[in-house]
């Protein structure tokens, strides 16, 4: 009695299928992964504003006033993972401007569509601002770059 021998393992059209799968699943996955990574490096921004912030009024209820610059207070002008450049872009005696910005060759420096992100006080109130890569800063009323 003869029998029939299956071959075992995958057909080349098998192999070629999955591939073409694992492809476009992939095609789909990255972006979203890295705007992932992205976002979550934020954290990194807001960490280095909150510092700054801190010392800024630690500044002022010695000095009177805001200080014009990061080494004014004492703060390294770099975000804590170093993904972000830290400044004081104004400073008087009722508020200030802090910008964190993508540091160039960072793997934030990607981050087009919240390339700064700002801290306004001003007389009191704080206003959370955020700017696309060559545009001004404004309001970040959707939390696009400022949610956590």
């Given amino acids: 009695m003869l029998r029939l021998v299956h071959p075992r393992g995958l057909t080349l059209l098998e192999m070629a299928v999955a591939l073409a799968l694992a492809a476009v699943l992939a095609s789909v996955a990255y972006p979203s992964w890295r705007e992932q990574l992205l976002k979550g490096r934020r954290m990194d921004a807001r960490s280095g504003l909150a510092s700054l912030q801190l010392a800024q009024e630690r500044y002022r209820s010695v000095q009177g006033r805001y200080a014009d610059h990061t080494a004014q207070l004492g703060h390294p002008s770099q975000s804590p993972a170093a993904h972000y450049l830290l400044t004081v872009e104004q400073a008087d005696r009722t508020g200030y401007t802090l910008v964190a910005t993508a540091r160039s060759g960072s793997p934030q420096e990607g981050d087009r569509a919240c390339a700064r992100i700002a801290l306004v ?24 770059c400022w949610a956590p």
């Avoid at 006080?121 to 696009?144: C, F, H, I, K, W």
């Fill in 121 to 144: 006080m001003q007389a009191g109130a704080s206003v959370e601002m955020a700017a696309a890569e060559g545009q001004a800063l404004e309001p970040d009323t959707s939390r696009r």
